[in-house]
């Protein structure tokens, strides 16, 4: 069964911590995504990547930093967590050109 | 950035009964998709459409796109309470990451 998975549920870390999200795909995919998910917001999209070693930033990339040194791999950064980067924040992956995404189950981070 | 506007924002119906929760832009689409999200989990990808006028079928779940692609519509005949979920919609993609709707909260009362 294909997927996308990330490493932690749930997390809680603390104001200042610098905070590691990783999410790995077995789908042989190039494009991989980080989005952000909160009430009232919707989700909204952080940085992706359509290549190793190649990132773009999305909608609100500030305080945020990404990883991709293999295909598979696609880690976010909070470099210095604050606590309005509290928040459930998604993975997804999918084919070059495809537009349908597959997401890994989620982390919720709560920085205290 | 394309703006995509979904209503309602949260529907709460009876088992058994029909609903119909939209997805709206100003924008040309050159496709768009619907997801199911339950909570605690990644949304679902249920459907894409990219064809103006275009109508497709998921079991008891009609999406259609509208003629002008600004629009799409998704319709759910005999709900279930299996069908609870946050809905969305979103528009974009390929390499350049989807824009998504805000959603509508679906609640199937037994």
């Known amino acids: 069964d294909v997927k996308v998975t990330q490493s932690s549920r749930y997390l809680v870390k603390r104001t200042g911590e610098k905070v590691f999200l990783e999410c790995v795909q077995d789908?042989?995919?190039?494009?991989m995504f980080w989005y952000r998910q909160d009430p009232g917001l919707g989700l909204r999209l952080i940085y992706f990547?359509?290549?190793?070693?190649?990132?773009e930033k999305g909608d609100i990339p500030e305080g945020y930093s990404v990883s991709r040194e293999k295909k598979e791999r696609f880690s976010l950064i909070l470099e210095s967590a604050s606590t309005n980067q509290t928040s459930m924040y998604l993975c997804?992956?999918?084919?070059?050109?495809?537009?349908?995404?597959?997401f890994g189950s989620g982390t919720r981070l709560t920085v205290v | 950035t394309q703006l995509l506007e979904q209503s309602p924002q949260f529907l709460s119906i009876q088992e058994g009964e029909n609903l119909t929760v939209y997805c709206n832009s100003s924008?040309?689409?050159?496709?768009l998709q619907w997801y199911r999200q339950e909570p605690g989990e990644g949304p679902v990808l249920l459907v894409t459409v990219v064809t103006g006028g275009e109508v497709k079928k998921l079991k008891r779940l009609t999406f259609q796109f509208g003629d002008a692609r600004k629009d799409s519509s998704l319709h759910i005949t005999a709900a279930q309470p299996g069908d609870t979920g946050l809905y969305l919609c979103a528009a974009g993609g390929g390499a350049d990451g989807l824009t998504f709707g805000k959603g509508t909260h679906l609640i199937i009362q037994p």
């Open positions: 990547s359509y290549d190793v070693k190649m990132k």
């Open positions: 997804a992956s999918s084919f070059e050109g495809a537009n349908g995404y597959t």
């Open positions: 789908m042989d995919h190039e494009n």
């Open positions: 924008s040309v689409f050159s496709s």
